[in-house]
């Protein structure tokens, strides 16, 4: 058997839906292999990054690694970020790169640098293949590695002459499930103990609960203990965001309206955040606040998080047994001031939902565009300012219907995971809302969405300049400088990749653009002038003086 087909073979096995990619002279083989499978799709991208990008969110949505596929050197150094991306995010991602014949080769040094050790310090597991024997073992320990608790990247090197080597006796290993243990019961006992001596203990859950059965899980501990629960941006939607007991997002590692809760909290049972995404809140050694870590792995230490108890297992099982732990003798907890930080987070965050002035305010679009979907409609989105609004204001209903990234934080993402999230969910209404700055990234990949025939809504919020720094620049004082910029006719933009173009002058004409572009075919795109004048104001001066009124 040739190698490559071995290579093809030995990803069906482990299940591959789809590869991304942008192959290049020395992948033709692996491309001819992928060709003649009846099991892969092959996704050709107009980027690596926009195939690094897909495969990583493949991975999130699903829990299995996501492929992607480019040629070597400039082509895999255009996956270095996101291998970061799908590393710091706990993504699942297998890439493949290639590489010039590394028996015999005639073109010297042309295009090689050592990728395998370029991508030591961003995987899991980075390896060459140089023998065509080796492929089944090192296809099967990369899969294996990626998609084990922590979850992230892995890369696996293929030399051209090593893909168009004879195998004449292949060998493909089972893919061999494994279970997480659970968290002993004299840990679950101590946990439980330091609950039932809280008197206003608090739940955070991370992006690491998300995963169905510690959603189910998390939902019962809270409906069951009536324990008031917050959470991190890629922890939204792990439970329902209308449950009574949510008091928001944390959005902001200190200081926003949501933390006077997490300042009174006398417990933190925090499950499924480690400090890779922005810390929720921030601990001070000063503090008679105690923390418990429940988590896959234990807690790794800084001067921001340094938790009293570690809880270590199954999430799914130790939130269960928690539960079961509590429930004998569950009390009512002092959960006053709670609710009062709560009404008072929604009645700021109404502020402005219904306020029509045009550029429009964030708040108004995060207002209009959960109007405009359904419970279980997916919004991706790039990273800018847009990105807090959307966290602390979009209240999301379901797992996964919130896509964002607060690992990486990389601006280029939004579009390609909009793709990837309506490739997987033909049939859910799916908005990808990215910064101007970060649209142009990867606008290219708007011919992807077009030629894939998908019925995709990108609205680009247009302010001529990366308004997130912006904002920072102006928190700290500085002079507005050096980040402004002019940006393209997006509707003609648009229309020139066969997509179709709006841009509304008004807040109505926006929502009724939106509301024909989701019922609408075809890729929709939606420049829309955005107003961050107030970003300032609310995001540095008002919420420091706010917290202080809630007594």
Same mark, same amino acid.
């Given at each position: 058997?040739?190698?490559?087909?071995?290579?093809?073979?030995?990803?069906?096995?482990?299940?591959?839906?789809?590869?991304?990619?942008?192959?290049?002279?020395?992948?033709?083989?692996?491309?001819?292999?992928?060709?003649?499978?009846?099991?892969?799709?092959?996704?050709?991208?107009?980027?690596?990054?926009?195939?690094?990008?897909?495969? #990583?969110? !493949? $991975?999130? =949505?699903?829990?299995? &690694?996501? /492929?992607?596929?480019?040629?070597?050197? %400039?082509?895999?150094?255009?996956?270095?970020?996101? #291998?970061? !991306? $799908?590393? =710091?995010?706990?993504? &699942?991602? /297998?890439?493949?790169?290639?590489?010039? %014949?590394?028996?015999?080769?005639?073109?010297?040094?042309?295009?090689?640098?050592?990728?395998?050790?370029?991508?030591?310090?961003?995987?899991?597991?980075?390896?060459?293949?140089?023998?065509?024997?080796?492929?089944?073992?090192?296809?099967?320990?990369?899969?294996?590695?990626?998609?084990?608790?922590?979850?992230?990247?892995?890369?696996?090197?293929?030399?051209?002459?090593?893909?168009?080597?004879?195998?004449?006796?292949?060998?493909?290993?089972?893919?061999?499930?494994?279970?997480?243990?659970?968290?002993?019961?004299?840990?679950?006992?101590?946990?439980?103990?330091?609950?039932?001596?809280?008197?206003?203990?608090?739940?955070?859950?991370?992006?690491?609960?998300?995963?169905?059965?510690?959603?189910?899980?998390?939902?019962?501990?809270?409906?069951?203990?009536?324990?008031?629960?917050?959470?991190?941006?890629?922890?939204?939607?792990?439970?329902?965001?209308?449950?009574?007991?949510?008091?928001?997002?944390?959005?902001?590692?200190?200081?926003?309206?949501?933390?006077?809760?997490?300042?009174?909290?006398?417990?933190?049972?925090?499950?499924?955040?480690?400090?890779?995404?922005?810390?929720?809140?921030?601990?001070?050694?000063?503090?008679?606040?105690?923390?418990?870590?429940v988590n896959y792995f234990a807690a790794e230490i800084d001067q921001l998080y340094f938790p009293h108890y570690n809880v270590i297992g199954d999430i799914a099982g130790s939130v269960k047994n928690l539960a079961e732990a509590l429930k004998p003798d569950a009390k009512s907890w002092d959960n006053e001031v709670f609710f009062k930080v709560r009404d008072n987070v929604s009645a700021h965050l109404m502020k402005y939902e219904q306020d029509d002035r045009f550029p429009i305010l964030p708040q108004r679009l995060v207002k209009l565009v959960r109007h405009a979907l359904p419970d279980d409609g997916i919004v991706t989105l790039d990273n800018g300012i847009y990105k807090i609004w959307f966290a602390r204001n979009y209240p999301a209903y379901v797992q996964n219907s919130l896509i964002l990234d607060n690992a990486l934080a990389t601006m280029g993402a939004g579009l390609p995971s909009a793709i990837m999230a309506k490739e997987l969910h033909p049939d859910k209404k799916v908005i990808s809302i990215n910064g101007d700055g970060g649209f142009m990234m990867n606008s290219q990949e708007l011919e992807t969405a077009v030629r894939l025939q998908l019925d995709l809504v990108v609205i680009i919020l247009n302010d001529n300049a990366y308004g997130m720094i912006q904002w920072k620049q102006e928190g700290e004082g500085f002079p507005k400088y050096g980040l402004d910029y002019k940006n393209p006719d997006f509707v003609k933009y648009a229309e020139s990749f066969g997509a179709t173009g709006y841009q509304p002058k008004s807040v109505k004409e926006f929502n009724t653009n939106l509301e024909e572009a989701l019922t609408a075919k075809g890729v929709q795109v939606i420049d829309l002038a955005v107003d961050y004048s107030l970003n300032h104001e609310i995001l540095n001066v008002i919420i420091k003086e706010f917290s202080k009124n809630i007594k």
């Open positions: 058997m040739k190698a490559s087909d071995l290579f093809i073979k030995a990803l069906e096995n482990e299940g591959v839906e789809y590869i991304f990619g942008l192959p290049g002279e020395e992948n033709l083989d692996i491309l001819e292999s992928i060709r003649t499978s009846d099991k892969i799709k092959f996704v050709l991208t107009r980027h690596e990054q926009g195939a690094g990008f897909m495969a #990583a969110t !493949y $991975g999130r =949505l699903t829990g299995k &690694p996501g /492929v992607c596929l480019s040629t070597l050197g %400039p082509g895999a150094t255009n996956l270095v970020t996101t #291998a970061a !991306y $799908g590393q =710091l995010g706990a993504m &699942p991602m /297998v890439m493949i790169t290639g590489q010039k %014949p590394i028996k015999s080769s005639k073109q010297g040094k042309f295009q090689i640098i050592d990728v395998v050790d370029m991508m030591q310090p961003l995987t899991k597991y980075t390896k060459q293949i140089t023998y065509g024997e080796h492929i089944p073992a090192i296809i099967r320990e990369a899969f294996r590695v990626s998609g084990e608790e922590r979850p992230g990247a892995v890369h696996i090197e293929l030399p051209e002459d090593v893909a168009q080597e004879d195998v004449t006796d292949p060998q493909i290993f089972d893919v061999v499930d494994y279970k997480i243990p659970y968290a002993g019961k004299a840990v679950i006992n101590h946990a439980a103990n330091m609950v039932r001596n809280a008197k206003m203990p608090l739940l955070l859950i991370g992006a690491g609960a998300n995963r169905k059965r510690a959603s189910k899980a998390l939902t019962h501990f809270v409906d069951s203990l009536q324990i008031p629960f917050f959470n991190t941006q890629m922890g939204k939607g792990i439970i329902d965001e209308r449950n009574p007991l949510y008091l928001g997002t944390a959005a902001l590692s200190d200081d926003d309206f949501l933390h006077e809760a997490i300042h009174k909290a006398d417990l933190i049972i925090n499950v499924g955040h480690d400090t890779i995404e922005k810390p929720p809140f921030i601990m001070e050694s000063s503090s008679n606040q105690k923390v418990i870590h």
